[in-house]
């Protein structure tokens, strides 16, 4: 029997939609680790000073040390009267009032690294609305430069270096093998009580006009470390270590040893997640929670 999960507008609360852009840069990645600057961490410290107590964040992709983002989304829950009491004067709503407040909060707080992060837009969420679980998928990007290519040090925070040549076209033949449903545990560093089957909607090698070699990849979720893990892997194609058929011979072996190497964190960038209509938000939600629950070794949920 599925256990049930109470949309926040059955608890009475307010859930508002952030989107959120970082510089992953000055952070220990999302999720708080005590003694280390995180984004959850900094998020939340600028909100408890707008709110005057703690406000959890649920966030659609928890990324790693040094990984960026565009296209970020987190939500939070609030209280009526907290929300009705953002709009102070009658004279600005709640949505723009409090992404005004978290900004310049958040000024105080980041100090040193002024401006690493931003809140791009305020919204009361859809019925049901869930920033993780009703997502959709999410897409990352990741730029490499190779021994070839004319590097432009302006860019050097976003892209990978890397000093030998690559075959792109080798890499994004090995990437199209992995596409659909799948076991992906031999790209990533498994959670207890987590699966590890995603499905890979897109994972494409491309070299621009630049001659940079761009990396598009979107799955309906990642496991942990699964990008970087992927990356590292087509980048022993792109060498010519391995062919073009070996990332798909590990997937179906489970295989992860000594060239289970991570790419590098910095050239990633949290691009974007989709969420369905509203009217299907809470749906989605709990579809996904069900999905997502441990399975026994006969395939059906604990």
């Known amino acids: 029997m599925q256990n049930h999960h109470p949309s926040p507008e059955e608890l009475g609360l307010?859930?508002?939609?952030?989107?959120i852009a970082y510089d992953g840069g000055p952070f220990s990645g999302w999720a708080i680790q005590p003694g280390l600057q995180t984004l959850q961490g900094t998020l939340e410290e600028a909100l408890a000073l707008i709110m005057r107590r703690l406000v959890r964040l649920t966030v659609a992709g928890r990324t790693d040390t040094g990984v960026h983002a565009r296209g970020q989304v987190a939500h939070c829950d609030f209280t009526q009267a907290e929300w009705d009491g953002l709009n102070r004067d009658n004279t600005v709503e709640p949505c723009l009032a409090l992404l005004r407040r978290i900004n310049g909060a958040l000024g105080w707080v980041l100090k040193d690294s002024q401006g690493a992060i931003q809140i791009q837009?305020?919204?009361?969420?859809?019925?049901?609305?869930?920033?993780?679980?009703?997502a959709l998928w999410r897409r990352y990007s990741y730029r490499i430069a190779d021994?070839?290519?004319?590097?432009?040090?302006?860019?050097?925070?976003?892209?990978?270096?890397?000093?030998?040549?690559?075959?792109?076209?080798?890499?994004?033949?090995?990437?199209?093998e992995l596409?659909?449903?799948g076991d992906f545990k031999a790209f990533a560093k498994p959670r207890e009580g987590s699966t590890t089957v995603r499905t890979l909607q897109r994972f494409d090698f491309t070299r621009g006009d630049d001659g940079v070699i761009n990396l598009n990849i979107q799955a309906d979720a990642f496991c942990h470390n699964m990008v970087r893990a992927l990356t590292g892997a087509a980048l022993r194609v792109g060498q010519g270590m391995e062919g073009p058929h070996w990332m798909r011979e590990r997937q179906l072996a489970g295989v992860r040893d000594a060239k289970s190497v991570?790419?590098?964190?910095?050239?990633?960038?949290?691009?974007?997640?989709?969420?369905p209509d509203a009217a299907e938000l809470h749906e989605r939600a709990t579809l996904t929670r069900t999905r997502r629950a441990p399975v026994t070794a006969f395939g059906t949920p604990l």
């Not at 307010?14 to 989107?19: E, G, I």
């Not at 290519?149 to 199209?176: E, I, V």
């Open 147 to 176: 021994a070839s290519t004319k590097r432009d040090p302006l860019l050097r925070t976003q892209t990978l270096w890397f000093n030998q040549d690559l075959d792109a076209d080798l890499m994004d033949a090995g990437a199209a």
């Open 14 to 19: 307010v859930r508002v939609r952030l989107d």
């Open 179 to 181: 596409l659909g449903l």
């Open 121 to 134: 837009r305020v919204q009361r969420a859809g019925h049901g609305f869930d920033a993780r679980f009703s």
């Open 262 to 275: 991570l790419a590098s964190a910095h050239p990633l960038i949290f691009e974007e997640v989709r969420y």
